[in-house]
Nanobody, 127 residues
Framework: QVQLVESGGGLVQVRGSLSLSCAAAGRTFSHLGMGWFRQAPGKEREFVAGINWNGKITAYAASAKGRAAISRDNNKSTLYLRMDSVKHEDTAIYFC????????????????????WGQGTQVTVSS
């Protein structure tokens, strides 16, 4: 019903910047809350950032706040994530997620609160 495709992963140098995109199709993009999650080997999938349907509400994990920015372009049906000053701990598979809804008072932070997922894109931070 909703197809999500991440792009922009790859090798990133420490202290450099990470830029990811997520292209969505199959449903009206402006009716979707969106989020970025990541999962490192042996660890649970964790919330990175979220944004509501019109981009007016955003939320960030403590590890990302202050150095990350989530945004969306509803005309292009695309979600974005930029993260500055990357660390080795940022190495993970990054997933784009979507949930239908027009909420204005919250951002979903748990994986189980999202209905659709991309296949992920690997981000590796190196020296």
């Amino acid at each position: 019903q909703v197809q999500l495709v991440e792009s922009g992963g790859g090798l990133v140098q420490v202290r450099g910047s990470l830029s990811l995109s997520c292209a969505a199709a199959g449903r009206t993009f402006s009716h979707l809350g969106m989020g970025w999650f990541r999962q490192a080997p042996g660890k649970e999938r964790e919330f990175v950032a979220g944004i509501n349907w019109n981009g007016k509400i955003t939320a960030y994990a403590a590890s990302a706040k202050g150095r990350a920015a989530i945004s969306r372009d509803n005309n292009k049906s695309t979600l974005y994530l930029r993260m500055d000053s990357v660390k080795h701990e940022d190495t993970a598979i990054y997933f784009c997620a979507a949930v239908p809804g027009l909420w204005n008072d919250r951002i979903n932070r748990r994986p189980e609160e999202y209905d659709y997922w991309g296949q992920g894109t690997q981000v590796t931070v190196s020296s």
